[in-house]
């Protein structure tokens, strides 16, 4: 299987701070790789698609890159909003496999 | 508009069987691939398994906690997916999502969420 190493777990932030999670993979997964955003409560949320492509609805200032086994998901400005946990997930092979999450916290 | 619902969640005890609805709506459930996640309270995103289509070729896939004890099918005439869960243990205690999936970026994604079932195992 997969396995996704996401860092870091925790993360205090403040309102227009720059924000970066990294998501590593076990092996390669060329760009087959999704971010989800995650608030208490509620299902997830997709966020990003093929590591780097913006879902339909997202603000821009949410970015991606990446492609193999090193991946990151960017919030340019964090907003209020912004406050989750966010997970990748690998959708490159079966068992799909998610990272063990990254929780976003007001600093 | 996209609906899942599940149902059918509750509290069993170790050893015991359940089975979860998911009910879809708005999309045309025959042509979608569907899967389940779960998530323990305060605990990240586990992947249960995936069903394609009847018409696609190739199996049922599965995570490695659940596998054999799992099942995961699907009604089309009901417009209804099911997990099936046997010999429940305690680490299966979770919410569980069901999903549709869509095709994003040349990958099958579950795009589409529904609010989730708790099942409780405990003795």
């Known amino acids: 299987d997969i396995q996704l190493t996401q860092s870091p777990p925790f993360l205090s932030a403040s309102v227009g701070d720059r924000v970066t999670i990294t998501c590593r993979a076990s092996q390669g997964i060329s760009t087959n790789l999704v971010w989800w955003q995650q608030k208490p409560g509620k299902a997830p949320n997709l966020l990003m698609y093929?590591?780097?492509t913006l879902q339909t609805g997202v603000p821009a200032r949410f970015s991606g890159s990446g492609s193999g086994t090193e991946f990151t998901l960017t919030i340019s400005s964090l907003q209020p909003e912004d406050f989750a946990t966010y997970y990748c997930?690998?959708?490159?092979?079966?068992?799909?496999?998610f990272g063990q999450g990254t929780k976003v916290d007001i600093k | 508009e996209v609906q899942l619902m599940e149902s059918g969640g509750g509290l069993v005890k170790p050893g015991e069987s359940l089975t979860l609805s998911c009910a879809a709506s708005g999309f045309n459930f025959k042509n979608a691939w569907m899967s389940w996640v779960r998530q323990a309270s305060g605990k990240g995103l586990e992947w249960v398994g995936r069903?394609?289509?009847?018409?696609?070729?190739?199996?049922?896939d599965y995570g490695a906690p659940v596998k054999g004890r799992f099942t995961v099918s699907r009604d089309d005439s009901k417009n209804t997916l099911y997990l099936e869960m046997n010999s429940l243990k305690v680490e299966d205690t979770a919410v569980y999502f069901c999903?549709?999936?869509?095709?994003?970026?040349?990958?099958?994604?579950?795009?589409?969420w529904g609010q989730g079932a708790l099942v409780t195992v405990s003795s």
């Open positions: 997930q690998q959708v490159d092979g079966y068992p799909r496999t």
């Open positions: 069903i394609k289509t009847v018409s696609d070729v190739g199996p049922t």
């Open positions: 999903a549709t999936e869509v095709e994003l970026g040349g990958r099958s994604v579950p795009l589409y």
């Open positions: 093929a590591a780097s």
